[in-house]
Each structure stands twice: as structure tokens, then as C-alpha cells.
């Protein structure tokens, strides 16, 4: 019976080695806080949201400075084709030769449209801030999840381990009972059944944590490395504040309700803009410079051609058929539907911070009753071993506190990585608390 499971360990070990199933070792070993900074920096998510706020950001630099006054350098010739008089064929030139070379100030004295953009871009910027902090969350969400996926896959294959060791010992329990003519063949046979089913569970465990790595080296790096092991860190202490104090926070620093605010603000100013259509605009120009036939501070009878000149234009709109009013309409609807979605976002964050809270709640209450129960089913099978030795009860029982066990271990582990992972959605609606 040696010699088959013997068999039977090594031909395992070389299928993994042969099928290249077995990871390398691991040249990396990242805590929690480094894989964070790590998605942080090759999630292509958060990337694009972020660039989308560096967008809004010149969006917003651009609309600020059409309100500020603008020089301009101008510099020109115009020739036109004389023909005997001052001004040469075509009347509306000033001469032959025409020499333009002048710094012109532009600024809009009254230029409500503008001014509202401004607002506008300012709004627009926050919605794209907002939205990179709503990225952030969801993708520390993702990483805790596939992290302590990864953790519990990592301790799901030690429990594999030492549920075969415990098989192992006990298949050699019911060997040597046999041997001495206190058992049944029957007890060997199933011992040995319970082996196999040991060892494809560590070949399964083995498999689930290599696909956990796989998928988790997606988010951490640059390119494809599987290289890599995570910290357990499953039963370092994480305190659940409050419900009072989550809403106090999710109130205070949720990315979605401030999106949708800064998006009513946005819209509340896309009226003002409408309507901007219908009031008059001001606006100056300061030259200062040379306009003249010849290109010379004086002319041929020593006239100053160097000089300044102001214009302002007022531009007032008498009709347009409508449009602006359509827009005045449309831009009233758009606000409408901002806060249509600011109210769902608002019910739909009590919503959820509720059910968040309750869930962590609940998996935190849960994780002391799951702990009792695997230091009870360790408890269970060593008296199944010894009653068992003894005479006293059957191979099922063993076998059957034995599946117990297992089941405990893995629950308790499930039971950890579940409340760190309703921590972690909590923490996309409140923040790190």
C-alpha cells in the first residue's frame, strides 16, 4: 500500500512539473499597500480617468483666459494696383502701398456667455475629479478582492496539505490495525479513497491559486510576470466604525454625490450660457502702432505715422429666429434631468451604505462563531482518531470528521476574506476610515 501511494505522489508531481502548472518561485512578495500603489499606477481605468481630469483641467485654463485681455502683434501689406489716384484701383484701400505693423489689446468688457463657460469648465472639472476618486475606489475595491482571493487561495492549498497529511496518517493507522488483525481490509480501502480525494484536492487548491495569481497580475503590472506571493494578513485586526460614523463619511467624502452635484452646478450654469444669446456684449480694442503707405515712423512731409486707437463695439441681438430660446429650453431640461440623477444617487448611496454596513456587520459577528467551530472540529477528529483506535467507533466517523475539518478551515478562511472584502465596499462609498 506504501508503494502505490507512493506511486501515485510522484506521478502527481510530474504531471504539474511536465503540464507547466507549477508557478516559479516567487520573486516578489507585495503587502496590500503595494499592490494598491501598483494598480495605481498600471490600471488603465484610473489612467483614463485621470487624464479625462487633466482635459478638463486646460478646458477649464482656456475658458478662464478668453475673459482676460489678449495682445496680439499684427503685421501686414497690402498692394494694390495703381492706376493715377491716392488709392489705386480698388477704393477701399488706403494706397498703393499699405504697411501694417501694430500690438492690438483685446478685452470684452460685458461678455455674459463667457463668463458662464467659465463657471461651466470649473463645474465640468470637479465632475472629472469626482470621477477619478470614484475610479480609485472601484479599483481598490478590485484589488482587495483579488488579493485576499489570492490569500485564501494560498491558504486553501496549506489546508489541502494538511488535510493529506492527516489522511496519510490515518491510512497508516488503519495499515497497521489491519496488519495486526483489529480492522477490516475495507477501513484500508476507504482510508486509501480519502487519499486520492486529498491529493486531487491539492491538485485543485494548486490550480485555483494559480489562476488567482494570473488574474491579479493583471492589475499590478506592466507587463505579464506570475513571480509573485501577497502577505497574509487575514488576522490582523480591522475595526468597523460606527453606522453613524460610515454616513457621517459617506455624506462627507462620496465621489458619486459629489459628481452629480458638481454636474447640477455644471447645468445650472448651461442656462445662463443660453441666455447669454440674448443679452448685448462689449468689448474693446486698444492699437498702438504703424498703419500707414509708408513703412517709417513719419511720412514723406514728416507726419507722425506711429499712434494709438480705441474701438469698442456693442453687440446687441434683435433676432434669431428662436434658436436661443431652444437652447434656454434645452438647458432647462438638462438640469432637470442633473437632478433627477442627483436624488437617485442620493437614495441609492443610503441604499447602499445600509446594505454594505450590514453585510461587513454580519461577517464580522460571524468570524469568532467560525473559529469555534474549526477549534471544535480539530477537537472532533482527534477524538475520532483515538475512538477509533480504540474500537469504539467506525472508519465513516473518521472519514466523515474528517470532511468536517476541512470544511471548517476553509469557512473560517472564506470568513475572514469575506469581511475584509465588505470593508472594502464599504470603503468605495465612505473612504478609508
Known amino acids: 500500500m506504501?508503494?502505490?501511494?507512493?506511486?501515485?505522489?510522484?506521478?502527481?508531481?510530474?504531471?504539474?512539473?511536465a503540464g507547466g502548472q507549477t508557478p516559479p518561485a516567487p520573486a516578489l512578495t507585495l503587502t496590500l499597500e503595494d499592490a494598491l500603489k501598483r494598480a495605481h499606477e498600471n490600471a488603465q481605468q484610473l489612467l483614463s480617468a485621470d487624464?479625462?481630469?487633466?482635459?478638463?483641467?486646460?478646458?477649464?485654463?482656456?475658458t478662464k483666459a478668453a475673459l482676460l485681455p489678449a495682445v496680439t502683434w499684427l503685421n501686414g501689406y497690402v498692394y494694390t494696383q495703381p492706376n493715377g489716384t491716392d488709392t489705386g484701383i480698388f477704393v477701399a484701400n488706403n494706397g498703393p502701398h499699405e504697411y501694417i505693423n501694430m500690438?492690438?489689446?483685446?478685452?470684452?468688457?460685458?461678455?455674459?456667455?463667457?463668463?458662464?463657460?467659465?463657471?461651466?469648465?470649473?463645474?465640468?472639472?470637479?465632475?472629472?475629479?469626482?470621477?477619478?476618486?470614484?475610479?480609485?475606489?472601484?479599483?481598490?475595491?478590485?484589488v482587495v478582492q483579488n488579493y485576499y482571493g489570492m490569500v485564501v487561495a494560498q491558504r486553501k492549498v496549506a489546508n489541502a496539505r494538511r488535510s493529506l497529511d492527516e489522511v496519510r496518517q490515518f491510512l497508516d493507522i488503519t495499515q497497521k490495525q489491519e496488519a495486526g488483525g483489529e480492522t477490516a481490509h475495507s477501513d484500508v480501502v476507504k482510508a486509501m479513497i480519502q487519499t486520492d480525494q486529498r491529493l486531487r484536492d491539492l491538485q485543485d487548491a494548486q490550480l485555483n491559486l494559480d489562476k488567482a495569481r494570473v488574474g491579479f497580475a493583471v492589475f499590478l503590472f506592466p507587463d505579464f510576470r506570475q513571480d509573485f506571493a501577497v502577505v497574509d494578513d487575514l488576522d490582523r485586526e480591522t475595526a468597523l466604525p460606527t453606522f453613524a460614523d460610515t454616513e457621517g463619511l459617506a455624506q462627507k467624502n462620496n465621489p458619486d454625490i459629489r459628481a452629480a452635484e458638481a454636474n447640477v452646478n455644471q447645468e445650472s450654469y448651461g442656462i445662463k450660457s443660453a441666455r447669454s444669446g440674448l443679452l448685448p456684449t462689449l468689448s474693446v480694442d486698444y492699437f498702438f502702432g504703424l498703419d500707414g503707405l509708408r513703412y517709417a515712423i513719419h511720412d514723406e512731409f514728416g507726419n507722425r505715422q506711429v499712434g494709438s486707437s480705441v474701438v469698442a463695439n456693442l453687440n446687441v441681438p434683435v433676432w434669431n429666429w428662436g434658436s436661443v430660446r431652444s437652447k434656454m429650453r434645452q438647458a432647462e431640461f438638462r438640469l432637470q434631468q442633473a437632478k433627477v440623477d442627483l436624488s437617485l444617487t442620493q437614495r441609492q448611496l443610503l441604499a447602499n451604505l445600509n446594505s454594505f454596513y450590514l453585510?461587513?456587520?454580519?461577517?464580522?459577528?460571524?468570524?469568532?462563531?467560525?473559529?469555534?467551530s474549526l477549534?471544535?472540529?480539530?477537537?472532533?477528529?482527534?477524538?475520532?482518531?483515538?475512538?477509533?483506535q480504540a474500537g469504539e467507533v467506525t472508519v465513516l466517523e473518521v472519514v466523515d470528521a474528517q470532511s468536517t475539518l476541512i470544511a471548517a478551515r476553509n469557512a473560517y478562511d472564506d470568513g475572514l476574506s469575506r469581511y475584509r472584502l465588505a470593508l472594502a465596499a464599504l470603503q468605495t462609498l465612505t473612504g478609508v476610515f
Open 2 to 17: 506504501q508503494r502505490i501511494l507512493s506511486t501515485l505522489c510522484l506521478a502527481l508531481a510530474a504531471a504539474g512539473v
Open 51 to 62: 487624464l479625462a481630469a487633466r482635459i478638463a483641467h486646460e478646458d477649464r485654463v482656456q
Open 103 to 142: 500690438a492690438n489689446v483685446h478685452a470684452d468688457i460685458y461678455s455674459p456667455g463667457k463668463r458662464a463657460d467659465y463657471q461651466m469648465a470649473i463645474a465640468a472639472e470637479a465632475v472629472a475629479r469626482a470621477k477619478v476618486d470614484i475610479a480609485r475606489r472601484g479599483l481598490d475595491a478590485t
Open 359 to 372: 453585510e461587513a456587520q454580519s461577517a464580522r459577528l460571524q468570524i469568532a462563531s467560525l473559529k469555534h
Open 375 to 388: 477549534d471544535l472540529s480539530e477537537e472532533s477528529l482527534k477524538l475520532t482518531l483515538l475512538r477509533y
